[in-house]
């Protein structure tokens, strides 16, 4: 496995793969390496021949200092994962590699109005300004994105359609621990009692599933099965519960097409989010957590 630093040195082994008529997949990542990152490589591998993950703690996209300085950073242990999933490149600027009096920057405009754009102003600008960077850099043929951040895939999904970019975007499913609580690499903040109660985010979702199932179509009781659930293991705050149009990211108060339901909670000083997909399967919805 190669690891590069520089934007020349990717693209030197971009070029050379492409010479032996190699597709490139990517999978743009914050390091910290959990077995949600790692599917997304296998996904990225069934689908392209070199694999290119890049790490880089993207500070314009954190709107608190504090969260920046303290992501997690491990880059021998993510050297070994990586290697271990198939990852044939590492790309591991320096802050100063990416950004050199940066003053362009990439607004998806309407999709981040709401759930975590309405609750971290700036934050999509900063994701959307540095995948557009490193496709630029990467020129991946196919990038996987994660689920979990539905309302980043989505709104990358959407930068890639309207700024023609000529890459397939893949999202991956969510891929969680015991007791479902989703992997994040902010969970190693969470200590074991934190940890204990953020499972309640999860069974939330699986209230909201029977109600779903059972018919219930009205914002207000998917929502309050939701916050009962959540309530229960009192989390530090609820940053939202909310139910969205999957085309637009907008509220919605009763679920007629493809909705999400989305969560983000403070357990300690840990912000998690998760969400389940609700997709209309003839006359009724199947819930996809
Ligand atoms: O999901 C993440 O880890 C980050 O938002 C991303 C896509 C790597 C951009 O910094």
Redesign the pocket.
């Given at each position: 496995m190669i690891i590069a630093h520089t934007i020349e040195e990717v693209r030197t082994q971009i070029r050379q793969a492409r010479n032996e008529g190699k597709q490139i997949g990517f999978v743009?990542?914050?390091g910290y390496l959990h077995e949600g990152h790692l599917s997304l490589v296998k996904i990225s591998k069934r689908q392209s021949d070199f694999q290119v993950m890049?790490i880089?703690v993207?500070r314009i996209?954190f709107n608190d200092r504090k969260d920046f300085e303290s992501y997690p950073r491990e880059y021998e242990r993510d050297f070994a994962l990586a290697e271990k999933a198939g990852v044939n490149l590492i790309f591991l600027p320096e802050e100063e590699e990416m950004y050199h009096n940066q003053r362009t920057f990439v607004e998806v405009e309407s999709l981040a109005d709401h759930l975590c754009g309405a609750t971290r102003p700036g934050h999509f600008r900063g994701?959307c300004t540095?995948?557009a960077k490193l496709f630029n850099i990467v020129l991946p043929d196919v990038s996987v994105?994660?689920r979990k951040?539905i309302q980043?895939a989505l709104i990358i999904e959407k930068m890639v359609k309207d700024l023609n970019f000529p890459i397939r975007i893949i999202i991956a499913p969510t891929i969680r621990e015991e007791g479902g609580l989703a992997m994040s690499s902010r969970n190693k903040h969470l200590s074991s009692d934190e940890r204990k109660r953020a499972l309640s985010i999860n069974r939330g979702l699986h209230a909201a599933k029977s109600r779903i199932e059972s018919g219930i179509r009205r914002k207000e009781e998917i929502i309050a099965a939701v916050r009962s659930e959540l309530e229960k293991s009192t989390p530090d705050k609820i940053d939202y519960i909310e139910l969205v149009s999957y085309e637009t990211l907008q509220p919605i108060e009763h679920i007629e097409g493809r909705t999400i339901l989305a969560i983000a909670a403070f357990f300690g000083s840990t912000r998690l989010i998760d969400n389940m997909l609700i997709e209309p399967e003839g006359d009724s919805f199947t819930c996809v957590l």
């Open positions: 743009p990542t914050m890049s880089f993207n996209q994701v540095v995948v994105f994660g951040d980043q």
